[in-house]
């Protein structure tokens, strides 16, 4: 057997209910699948007795580590700090709630083997979820992807295995406004899809309050794509060409009878705001320059060297 360290991360904020019986699931599936494992929970500032249930697992197993935030500092930021800890050839990334089945990082753990570099649970089906988070999430991805200028995967969250080489340029990734699986989509390795139906929550509410997911669905957007910041110069270049288009016919207008006074203002108003416009996506344009420089992410990324030289 290949001593190969599978390193779990779960995020945890308020789970006291479902802490038990997940960790029961949790370590029932990566026995079965052989490797040696570790399990990293982070606290992420729960008030419930949630670090309690923590140090009680940790106690009776010496393969759970946990992290425990002085506050919520948000889900994002909680798998971050397990990736800075975590020590597996492979690192897993798992919700405490049991909505992403456990049993399956044993097939992800297969198709790793295979080569995958990333394997992302794409979700097919969801469960016990609202008509309203449905269709929100399943719009979100799809304007996500059409802003962003590199394909982040529809409909998949961050329940996934990475490889240590894409764990280790996370380490190398530090902007503070985390969207993760925009992050792994840029490193641009070969990620696969696990097809799952998302179950419902074990115990509990959701976590996520909406204030929560829009702060994430903004991020992911501002953190892939400058097209916001630049969107409205287009529009005044369109304006602009139109106050054009009017000032031809104004003239042409003038010349043969008399165009009224107030079509020359319209057009001069159109014009005024086009040029407006322009002025605003051309610092947008710079703005969205300076945001990529104090993201300080790596310049590019070599997925494999060969050749005889030395390097
Ligand atoms: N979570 C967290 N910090 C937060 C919100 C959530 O660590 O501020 C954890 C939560 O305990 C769970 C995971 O992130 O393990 C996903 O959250 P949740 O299940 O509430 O989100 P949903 O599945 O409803 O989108
Ligand atoms: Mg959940």
Redesign the pocket.
């Known amino acids: 057997m290949t001593e190969k360290l599978i390193s779990v991360i779960?995020?945890?904020?308020n789970?006291q209910e479902v802490l038990p019986v997940s960790y029961q699931r949790f370590t029932s599936a990566l026995r079965d699948i052989g490797y040696p494992y570790e399990i990293i929970y982070v606290d992420?500032g729960s008030r419930d007795g949630t670090v309690d249930v923590l140090r009680g697992i940790a106690r009776a197993d010496e393969r759970v580590r946990v992290l425990s935030f002085s506050r919520?500092f948000?889900?994002q930021l909680?798998v971050t700090a397990g990736m800075d800890t975590a020590g597996g050839d492979a690192v897993i990334i798992i919700?405490?709630?049991l909505?992403d089945p456990p049993e399956l990082i044993q097939n992800m753990v297969a198709m790793w083997e295979d080569g995958a570099q990333i394997v992302y649970g794409k979700r097919v089906k969801r469960k016990g979820e609202t008509i309203f988070k449905k269709f929100t999430a399943w719009a979100y991805y799809r304007l996500l992807n059409a802003m962003s200028t590199y394909p982040i995967p529809l409909d998949s969250g961050d329940f996934r295995l990475i490889d240590r080489v894409v764990a280790d340029l996370f380490l190398e990734m530090r902007e503070s406004n985390r969207f993760l699986r925009g992050m792994s989509a840029w490193m641009g390795f070969k990620d696969v899809p696990l097809e799952y139906t998302r179950a419902g929550?074990e115990a509990g509410q959701?976590?996520?309050t909406f204030k929560?997911m829009l702060k994430l669905a903004f991020d992911g957007i501002c953190g892939f794509s400058s097209r916001p910041l630049t969107l409205p110069g287009w529009l005044g270049v369109a304006l602009c060409a139109l106050a054009g288009l009017g000032l031809v016919t104004l003239i042409v207008l003038a010349i043969i009878s008399a165009a009224p006074p107030w079509l020359w203002a319209v057009d001069g108003i159109l014009f005024i705001q086009g040029v407006t416009l322009i002025a605003l996506g051309v610092q947008g344009a710079y703005m969205g320059r300076m945001l990529d420089e104090v993201k300080r992410r790596p310049l590019y990324i070599i997925k494999e060297r060969f050749g005889k030289g030395e390097y």
């Not at 779960?10 to 904020?13: A, K, N």
Request: aromatic share 10%; net charge negative.
């Open positions: 779960v995020p945890v904020f789970e992420d919520n948000g889900h909680a919700d405490a709630d909505q929550r959701t976590k996520y929560k």
